[in-house]
Nanobody
């Protein structure tokens, strides 16, 4: 299993920046990918950015303003969010995908951290 601890959420004004951090512990040697998702009220969770083995991918509209960084040695992932807009207000979740013994993927979710962008 993997335990995830998130930090860095909060309130920021539009145009400001915020950095989310997530630290994984436990079976970190089996981590395949680390990612951030977000959930708007009444909506399904959606991918923000993912850092796989040497590659990153972003939700199209966030490229250039959000940056995901993964520290393989420390099993941490951060999400730097610049030029924030009120529509970015959501609960952000750290996600870790573990490779299982049979080659499958097991996904773990953090508890979520609220990001609120005021206009």
């Amino acid at each position: 299993q993997v335990q995830l601890v998130e930090s860095g959420g909060g309130l920021v004004r539009a145009g400001g920046s915020l950095t989310l951090s997530c630290a994984a512990s436990g079976r970190t040697f089996s981590i395949n990918a680390m990612a951030w998702y977000r959930q708007f009220p009444g909506k399904e969770r959606e991918l923000v950015a993912i850092a796989g083995s040497g590659s990153t991918k972003y939700e199209d509209s966030l490229m250039g303003r959000f940056t995901i960084s993964r520290d393989y040695a420390k099993s941490t992932v951060t999400l730097k969010m610049n030029s924030l807009r009120p529509e970015a207000t959501a609960v952000y979740y750290c996600v870790v995908d573990l490779t299982t013994w049979d080659g499958g993927i097991q996904r773990y979710w953090g508890q979520g951290t609220q990001v609120t962008v005021s206009s």
